[in-house]
């Protein structure tokens, strides 16, 4: 992966995360945030991760994003009217945010092995897929149906939360 | 070339989005849109940790991006439930702004 096509795909993942805080509409916020899944799907492809990159697309810009925005528009969630912002919250929550972000990059300054550059790779005889799906069901078979059971209990709770209360 | 660090720098600034707009925005929707820049943003460095340790046998280590799918799986299944919740929320108080939302505040 060239040094130009990272560059283009981290800035556009990076400005379309920051249009999700930027934008006082709900629906502006969900789109930008469909762009930065699809910049962040293109990084996990430059790093040879094709399979984690595909379901980046199909589980978040396609499943989790639909879902926002259906939600969004059975709320009719209009744009946030600009009620009086507190100047002080305001400064105090970016100034955390800023703290943390010099923090990291400051780990990340000492981290002597964050200035080498990827190690080639051997061309595999089996796909990305089959790799993943090896490890899946061979190391970690109890977390994957541990997994299940709690995408089964999320699918319960979420019926009986949605249902209409009797009065 | 593209270091580790790179990938390193654009996940931490990633993360800080998303903890910039839990911070700051009111919007329960937005909050939530903004956990997952959290989350993917873990992934990203995940992945390119993965990508970086190369084993004896010359492909990644596998293991790291299997976290990432089941990382993704629970994300998805955490924004179904934050949702619902939401929407029962809207029910009963017909507003989703944090600022409204004060019984439990101390």
């Known amino acids: 992966m060239s040094l130009f096509l990272f560059w283009i795909f981290a800035v556009l993942t990076v400005v379309f995360g920051a249009a999700v805080v930027l934008n006082r509409?709900?629906?502006?916020?969900?789109?930008?945030?469909?762009?930065?899944?699809?910049?962040?799907?293109?990084l996990f492809m430059s790093l040879d991760a094709f399979f984690v990159g595909i379901?980046?697309?199909?589980?978040?810009?396609?499943?989790?994003?639909?879902?926002?925005l259906f939600i969004i528009m059975l709320l009719d969630i209009r744009a946030e009217e600009r009620r009086r912002v507190n100047w002080l919250a305001a400064?105090?929550?970016?100034?955390?945010?800023?703290?943390?972000?010099?923090?990291i990059c400051v780990v990340i300054g000492h981290f002597q092995s964050a200035r080498?550059?990827?190690?080639?790779?051997?061309r595999s005889t089996t796909d990305d897929v089959w790799n993943i799906g090896r490890l899946l069901f061979n190391n970690y078979n109890l977390p994957f149906q541990i997994i299940g059971v709690l995408?089964?209990?999320?699918t319960i709770g979420v019926v009986l939360l949605s249902r209409r209360q009797p009065r | 070339m593209v270091t580790l660090g790179d990938y390193l720098i654009v996940s931490a600034i990633l993360f800080t989005i998303g903890f910039a707009g839990v911070m700051l925005r009111r919007n329960l929707i937005v909050i939530l849109m903004s956990l997952e820049l959290m989350l993917n943003a873990a992934n990203l460095s995940l992945v390119a940790f993965s990508r970086f340790r190369v084993g004896t046998n010359g492909l990644p280590d596998y293991n790291?991006?299997?976290?990432?799918?089941?990382?993704?799986?629970?994300?998805?299944?955490?924004?179904?439930?934050?949702?619902?919740?939401?929407?029962?929320?809207?029910?009963?108080?017909?507003?989703?702004d944090v600022d409204d939302i004060t019984s439990l505040k101390f």
């Open chain 1, 55 to 68: 379901i980046q697309v199909l589980v978040y810009a396609g499943a989790v994003m639909v879902l926002f």
């Open chain 2, 64 to 96: 790291a991006q299997v976290f990432v799918f089941f990382v993704i799986t629970v994300a998805a299944a955490e924004v179904a439930v934050g949702l619902a919740l939401l929407v029962a929320l809207y029910r009963a108080r017909q507003t989703t």
């Open chain 1, 151 to 154: 995408v089964l209990v999320a």
């Open chain 1, 25 to 42: 509409n709900p629906v502006a916020s969900a789109l930008s945030l469909v762009v930065s899944f699809l910049g962040l799907s293109a």
């Open chain 1, 91 to 103: 400064a105090g929550g970016t100034g955390v945010a800023v703290i943390l972000l010099v923090q």
């Open chain 1, 116 to 122: 080498r550059t990827f190690p080639p790779l051997e």
